[in-house]
């Protein structure tokens, strides 16, 4: 039987690796023939929302294509250049996919003249595969942290940098670099590509591109409903007000939009009603009614060390009246980083939240730490993996109006938009407005 199991996996192992070739090659024979211009995001932490912020200001003015979802590994890009979905395990759709690359390449298309590709790392040499036939005219990275998420997979975090930095060097002669300047390690870059034109955006005054006077915006309720904010550049401050999301995060993709702007020469107010109308994207810090007049902030997409730092920073500076709870899950791929990250979301945690509420075998460390720094023991409640749903009814049951939810963790085996479900005002409205909704998702 295990030779059996063994022998499938082989084969489904070189089926995979020849549509990968395959859906490859017609990407690269896509962008020969089309010529399109190409930004391409990478970074630990708000590549999503860069790329939804940056395709919601120039698709007004210019014909682009984003990436769809989170469409960014080896196989993602090549699809998102063709146009094409994942066909998941679905041999049809697989084939499907393959045809209309050869369509794309034989036969006369209206083709994007902008592509906006979200480029994710893995592994080590995930980006140097790709720029051996991918060369963007911008290439933009939001921020390189000390403890990034897929770590465990690489020696160490200054690997992960250097793999990310590749993108970087695989610009085309007059491309522009578009850096997070607020990140040192990502700043730092500014100086070893001093010979290409460079753009950082931030919230620190020596950004080219600056967010300031940022807030939180509330509804007549006094729900948390959005951010407010200026973008200052050259002299001249646009305000922006974005809703549906929330947190200081949600400034930095704007920013990077209006960078973009700036590199093609694009008048800074001609993207900003795109970026205002855009909507939140799934999972990401996006504003949700809750049960009982409550609010959630539904952050379920993912999770890592830097991320999460900053959805409870947003936590801590939401005014309401009601009770503060954080639902917090497995930080994954963090390697021997791991324990102590978790450690310090329990500290950080003690001083924000009045409830908190865990799921997970590495969250589990969250909530020890949490109740070493101080934390009402009979406001902690654990979980273990696979238990998102249970987790969300626990606290249906408890929410009172004007509570405030933070929603946030992992992807694999945890799952907590299977708890947001259960807190919305709505929930037969899920596949709507959480993450994961597709049928592939479920059984999962």
Not at 288 to 310: K, M, Q, V
């Amino acid at each position: 039987m295990l030779c059996y199991t063994n022998l499938m996996s082989g084969i489904k192992t070189t089926v995979r690796n020849i549509v990968v070739f395959i859906i490859t090659w017609e990407a690269h024979m896509t962008l020969k023939k089309y010529k399109p211009q190409i930004i391409a995001i990478t970074g630990s932490v708000g590549k999503t929302g860069t790329k939804d912020a940056i395709y919601a200001g120039l698709e007004g003015s210019l014909f682009v294509r984003k990436s769809k979802k989170t469409l960014n590994s080896e196989i993602g890009v090549p699809l998102t250049i063709l146009g094409c979905d994942s066909g998941w395990n679905n041999p049809v759709k697989w084939s499907k996919n393959i045809l209309e690359g050869l369509a794309l390449i034989f036969l006369k298309n209206h083709y994007p003249k902008w592509l906006v590709l979200e480029v994710g790392v893995d592994r080590p040499g995930d980006i140097a595969h790709l720029t051996k036939w991918l060369k963007p005219d911008i290439a933009i990275i939001t921020a390189l942290p000390d403890v990034p998420t897929h770590v465990e997979n690489f020696k160490d975090p200054q690997d992960v940098a250097r793999e990310k930095r590749l993108l970087a060097e695989a610009l085309k002669p007059e491309g522009t670099l578009i850096l997070g300047g607020d990140d040192k390690r990502t700043a730092s870059l500014k100086k070893d590509f001093s010979q290409i034109n460079t753009v950082t955006y931030g919230i620190e005054s020596h950004n080219d591109i600056v967010g300031s006077h940022i807030s939180i915006s509330y509804d007549e309720q006094g729900h948390p409903n959005g951010m407010q904010f200026k973008v200052d550049e050259n002299g001249s401050s646009i305000p922006i007000k974005i809703a549906g999301r929330i947190g200081q995060q949600q400034v930095y993709p704007v920013l990077a939009a209006f960078a973009v702007a700036r590199a093609i020469g694009l008048p800074p107010l001609s993207i900003t009603k795109g970026i205002e109308d855009s909507r939140a994207s799934r999972g990401r810090m996006r504003v949700l009614e809750g049960y009982n007049n409550t609010t959630i902030i539904d952050d379920s997409y993912n999770s890592s060390p830097t991320a999460l730092r900053a959805a409870l920073l947003t936590l801590k500076k939401i005014g309401t009246q009601g009770k503060k709870i954080a639902v917090l899950g497995d930080m994954l791929e963090l390697g021997r980083f791991s324990a102590d990250a978790h450690k310090k979301v329990g500290v950080q945690v003690a001083g924000i939240a009045d409830v908190l509420i865990t799921v997970g075998v590495r969250a589990k460390t969250i909530a020890q730490s949490a109740r070493e720094a101080g934390f009402d023991i009979e406001c902690i409640q654990e979980f273990d993996v696979g238990d998102a749903k249970e987790a969300g009814a626990v606290v249906r049951a408890m929410l009172e109006p004007h509570d405030v939810v933070l929603v946030k963790g992992s992807q694999t085996g945890i799952r907590l938009e299977k708890a947001v479900k259960e807190m919305l005002k709505e929930p037969q409205r899920a596949k709507e407005l959480l993450v994961r909704q597709e049928d592939e998702w479920f059984g999962r």
